[in-house]
């Protein structure tokens, strides 16, 4: 079955770097983009951009580029992004999450960042 | 930028019709897709491609889309439907997430 497992929760300084993890399992890994959500405490998801897992090329929300870089390492189906110049907006769970058509039908149980 | 626009909130008493709607600007010409979320949970997906039901989750959920406004609806609702629910669509390669809407079964 498919999963997506992710690192741990982080607590980091205003200005500092966080890098997190999304190891993919039980489907193929070159098979489908990864994309990274986040969400904020009580608001709507915030799509953050995506990884081609083959050419390792990303696509980044506006907002988020210069700041965002998502990379991944087929030798362990393992997909990272790393944000940083942390402030205490970014505050959120992070979550990675997979494509099916128009939508995103799995995701992983998503990683507490709190910046403070 | 492109923004959807949910109900913050709505209400139903069990065994009766939910309607959730999300308003966009010509978004009958967009696909829409529908996440159900649970306290402490992550997004889990109901309604694919306006109407697609994923496996396993129950026929009472259905979507259309039409217009400006894409419509998830959940006949003979239950106690644990009660959840966020958040549309989404795509525009300039950028997926876009409504704010949500809190489904109360009482």
């Known amino acids: 079955q498919v999963q997506l497992l992710q690192s741990g929760a982080e607590v980091k300084k205003p200005g500092a770097s966080v890098k997190i993890s999304c190891q993919a399992s039980?489907?193929?890994?070159?098979?489908?983009?990864m994309h990274w959500v986040r969400q904020a405490p009580g608001q709507g998801p915030e799509w953050m951009g995506r990884?081609?897992?083959?050419?390792?090329?990303?696509t980044y929300a506006l907002k988020f580029q210069g700041r965002v870089t998502m990379t991944r390492d087929a030798s362990t189906s393992t997909f990272y992004m790393e944000m940083s110049g942390l402030t205490s907006e970014d505050t959120a769970m992070y979550y990675c999450?997979?494509?099916?058509?128009?939508?995103?039908?799995?995701w992983g149980q998503g990683t507490l960042v709190r910046v403070s | 930028s492109y923004e959807l626009t949910q109900p913050p909130s709505v209400s139903v008493s069990p065994g009766q019709t939910a309607i959730i709607t999300c308003s966009g600007d010509?978004?009958?010409?967009?696909?829409s897709c529908w996440y159900q979320q649970k306290p402490g949970q992550s997004p889990l997906l109901v309604i694919n491609?306006?109407?697609e039901r994923p496996s396993g989750i129950p026929e009472r959920f259905s979507g259309s889309n039409s217009g400006n406004t894409a419509t998830l609806t959940i006949s003979g609702t239950q106690t644990l439907d009660e959840a966020d629910y958040f549309c989404?669509?795509?525009?300039?390669?950028?997926?876009?997430f409504g704010g949500g809407t809190k489904l109360t079964v009482l």
């Open positions: 989404q669509t795509w525009d300039s390669n950028t997926a876009i």
């Open positions: 491609q306006d109407t």
């Open positions: 039980g489907y193929a890994f070159s098979g489908y983009y």
């Open positions: 999450a997979r494509p099916r058509n128009s939508g995103f039908d799995f």
């Open positions: 010509q978004l009958g010409n967009k696909y």
């Open positions: 990884i081609n897992p083959g050419s390792g090329g990303s």
